[in-house]
T-cell receptor, first 112, second 113 residues
Framework: GDSVTQMEGPVTLSEEAFLTINCTYTATGYPSLFWYVQYPGEGLQLLLKATKADDKGSNKGFEATYRKETTSFHLEKGSVQVSDSAVYFCALNEGGSYIPTFGRGTSLIVHP | GAGVSQSPRYKVTKRGQDVALRCDPISGHVSLYWYRQALGQGPEFLTYFNYEAQQDKSGLPNDRFSAERPEGSISTLTIQRTEQRDSAMYRC???????????FGPGTRLTVT
């Protein structure tokens, strides 16, 4: 079945550092890929998405590129802020399905 | 309010009791989803409604779990004869046309003692 693997957290960075959170996936077809973010005390919210190979999703300074050859969708940001501290979830869904498969989440802690 | 709300936020119950968890989606959102999230894991799909119709309940773990959305708005997830393994965060989400733009509620933390 489909699965998503994320790097273990927590990821701890200083403000303005470069961020990478790794995500790889297993799927039978050509899924759409997503990153969701969960701020403390809140529900998950969609951060960005990519629906086909080589697409780049971007939002709020975060980017992720759909890499079919490496089955990856790594999340990056050039300069993190304290307000980016949250848990980040990588997810996928197969075409035609409305049920996402989520990774286990990666906690990001940014220190001033 | 503008977002998805869930109640109660925390529920402690004794094994064998029934519990009802409520979700109030964003006004006008036709789709509503229930998820269960164990500590340190991502959300796991339970069931999905389109308006009042339960379109998919394949993620419900067993027949002790049921859900309804009788008027196409508020939904209730009911767990009968709770067991300790039911302890988890239960999250609700709603969406409009684009299913992936789901807005999640803050969740109900259920603890079965």
């Amino acid at each position: 079945g489909d699965s998503v693997t994320q790097m273990e957290g927590p990821v701890t960075l200083s403000e303005e550092a470069f961020l990478t959170i790794n995500c790889t996936y297993t799927a039978t077809g050509y899924p759409s890929l997503f990153w969701y973010v969960q701020y403390p005390g809140e529900g998950l919210q969609l951060l960005l998405k990519a629906t086909k190979a080589d697409d780049k999703g971007s939002n709020k300074g975060f980017e992720a590129t759909y890499r079919k050859e490496t089955t990856s969708f790594h999340l990056e940001k050039g300069s993190v802020q304290v307000s980016d501290s949250a848990v980040y979830f990588c997810a996928l869904n197969e075409g035609g399905s409305y049920i996402p498969t989520f990774g286990r989440g990666t906690s990001l802690i940014v220190h001033p | 309010g503008a977002g998805v709300s869930q109640s109660p936020r925390y529920k402690v119950t004794k094994r064998g009791q029934d519990v009802a968890l409520r979700c109030d989606p964003i006004s006008g959102h036709v789709s509503l989803y229930w998820y269960r999230q164990a500590l340190g894991q991502g959300p796991e799909f339970l069931t999905y409604f389109n308006y009042e119709a339960q379109q998919d309940k394949s993620g419900l773990p067993n027949d002790r779990f049921s859900a309804e959305r009788p008027e196409g708005s508020i939904s209730t997830l009911t767990i009968q004869r709770t067991e300790q393994r039911d302890s988890a965060m239960y999250r609700c989400a709603s969406s409009q046309e684009r299913w992936y733009e789901q807005y999640f509620g803050p969740g109900t933390r259920l603890t079965v003692t």
